[in-house]
């Protein structure tokens, strides 16, 4: 039976583990050929970032699906960079049908009044600047293959909620809807369909660490994921779990990039725990 993406041609950002791995791998079981980039180097004041080695592993997963794969270590904060990467991709694999831009960082946070400058212009930079270089690079491609095509954009509930000391993060993925909905108005006339996926927390490196656990256990020395999957069930979400795993944000993104979604357009769309409705 043909997958549900079969034949396409798919770009994904921060492709070199968490969430952005899963995507891939999710995308080519279902028949996509995959363009992928990472940074592949750490960010001042960031967590740290996927390596080299582990986006050549992004690279054996989709190969080990049958799928064809050009991978590149690129920054989204670099136009001329990601739109390189996007045109050798579509040079060698012939299309581009498909955009998920992922990629995007968890910095040390704060009052507006003590936060670093350079962590919030990283954040800005690569959380929203990013999904906008990597629209700018790959719309050009969707719009000259003629047969649609399908964006998504990774934004997070806190693109549609406050929390405090995060205002750079809340502030890029809050802007990152006001993109997506943007582009779904400008693309819509080329039959390119523009959504956005809002995650909780999600089982990758980005959330499961010691600094995250400290957030909500501040009473502990050395907290563990065990210590605070209760504190963050009982006070975040609506259904009794901590976070959810990188399969579940993939399987929304194959939705809305398939055409079982061919008439959505413009949402953002919760996988969330219910988190939104607190």
């Given at each position: ?211 995250a656990f400290a957030m909500f256990r501040p009473d502990l020395e050395h907290p563990t994921a065990a210590d605070v999957e209760p504190i963050i069930a009982q006070f975040m979400h609506v259904l009794p779990h901590g976070w959810v795993e990188p399969e579940d944000i993939s399987n929304a993104i194959l939705f809305l990039v398939s055409d079982e ?18």
């Amino acid at each position: 039976m043909p997958g549900r993406v079969e034949g396409k041609v798919a770009f994904i950002t921060g492709a070199g583990r968490g969430q952005g791995r899963s995507h891939a791998v999710k995308l080519a079981a279902e028949g996509a050929d995959i363009i992928a980039i990472d940074i592949c180097h750490d960010v001042e004041g960031a967590l740290a970032m996927a390596t080299a080695d582990d986006l050549a592993e992004t690279v054996k997963l989709v190969e080990a699906q049958d799928r064809r794969i050009v991978a590149t270590q690129a920054d989204v904060r670099d136009l001329e960079a990601v739109k390189a990467a996007v045109d050798a991709g579509v040079a060698e694999l012939g299309r581009l049908d498909i955009v998920v831009a992922n990629a995007g960082i968890a910095s040390i946070g704060g009052p507006v009044q003590d936060m670093s400058v350079d962590n919030w212009h990283n954040t800005i930079d690569i959380n929203l600047t990013g999904p906008w270089n990597t629209a700018r690079a790959a719309i050009p491609h969707l719009i000259a293959g003629g047969r649609g095509g399908a964006i998504v954009l990774t934004s997070s509930v806190g693109g549609s909620k406050a929390m405090p000391n995060m205002s750079h993060y809340i502030s890029a993925k809050h802007g990152v809807i006001g993109l997506m909905r943007t582009l779904a108005v400008e693309l819509g006339q080329h039959s390119i369909r523009v959504n956005s996926v809002l995650p909780t927390n999600v089982n990758t490196p980005m959330f499961m660490n010691e600094g995250a656990f400290a957030m909500f256990r501040p009473d502990l020395e050395h907290p563990t994921a065990a210590d605070v999957e209760p504190i963050i069930a009982q006070f975040m979400h609506v259904l009794p779990h901590g976070w959810v795993e990188p399969e579940d944000i993939s399987n929304a993104i194959l939705f809305l990039v398939s055409d079982e979604s061919r008439y959505i357009t413009g949402v953002p769309l919760a996988v969330d725990l219910g988190a939104l409705l607190k």
